[in-house]
């Protein structure tokens, strides 16, 4: 039996096609670095500085040197980084 017979037969709606995918970089404007201060001061407030949003890791890397320079207690930091990713079937469905 064809397999659209037997599709109509069971009553079949919709059919799948099974796809393997990956996952890689995506489009965009690529990574995104951001050094922040971790932890609190003294006083039980936390510093909140960041290096802001750097496309360049070295740039957002170097930023903890300037702020320690000038709170020379302030030597915890944490290291955020956004890549785009995108899934892509490894074959386009026909
Ligand atoms: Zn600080």
Redesign the pocket.
């Known amino acids: 039996m064809a397999l659209d017979a037997f599709a109509r037969e069971i009553g079949t709606r919709r059919r799948f096609r099974c796809l393997l995918w990956k996952f890689g970089s995506g489009p965009g404007p690529g990574r995104i670095h951001l050094v922040h ?1 971790e932890g609190e ?1 003294e006083d039980g407030i936390p ?3 960041d290096s802001g949003e750097q496309i360049d890791r070295e740039t957002a890397e170097l930023w903890p040197f300037e ?1 320690t320079a000038e ?1 020379p207690e ?1 030597r915890s930091y944490g290291h955020l980084a956004y890549r785009p990713m995108v899934t892509v079937p490894r074959e386009e469905p026909t």
């Open positions: 201060r001061e510093c909140g500085a702020h709170h302030h």
